[in-house]
């Protein structure tokens, strides 16, 4: 098993930055990749980005390249998630989520999932 816990969520004006963080605990060996997604009130849970954890490969949701990057510290068995130029549409629940098979944009093929961090961006 592997388990995760997100921290760095918060309330913050448009146009600031947060950085997310997810450290990972127990088989971390088993991980391929990992990613983060979203999920807003009401609305399915979103993907926005995810790396493999060897090559450092990267995947981004196009409506926020260049704002957000993702990255992984591998000693330390974390991955970031730095949010510049944020916007209200951002506000969400952020989930970090692990893959022991392959970098995707789908949900459904990540076997590990934190409990998840708030994020709000404020007009």
């Known amino acids: 098993q592997v388990q995760l816990v997100e921290s760095g969520g918060g309330l913050v004006q448009a146009g600031g930055s947060l950085r997310l963080s997810c450290a990972a605990s127990?088989?971390?060996?088993?991980?391929?990749?990992m990613g983060w997604f979203r999920q807003a009130p009401g609305k399915e849970r979103e993907f926005v980005a995810a790396?493999?954890?060897?090559?450092?490969?990267?995947l981004y949701l196009d409506s926020v390249k260049g704002r957000f990057t993702i990255s992984r510290d591998s000693p330390k068995t974390t991955v970031y998630l730095q949010m510049n130029s944020l916007k209200p549409e951002d506000t969400a629940v952020y989930y970090c989520?692990?893959?022991?098979?392959?970098?995707?944009?789908?949900?459904?093929?990540?076997?590990?999932w934190g409990q998840g961090t708030q994020v709000t961006v404020s007009s």
């Open positions: 790396i493999t954890w060897s090559s450092g490969s990267t």
């Open positions: 989520a692990a893959s022991n098979i392959m970098v995707t944009p789908v949900a459904s093929r990540y076997d590990y």
């Open positions: 127990g088989r971390t060996f088993s991980i391929y990749a």
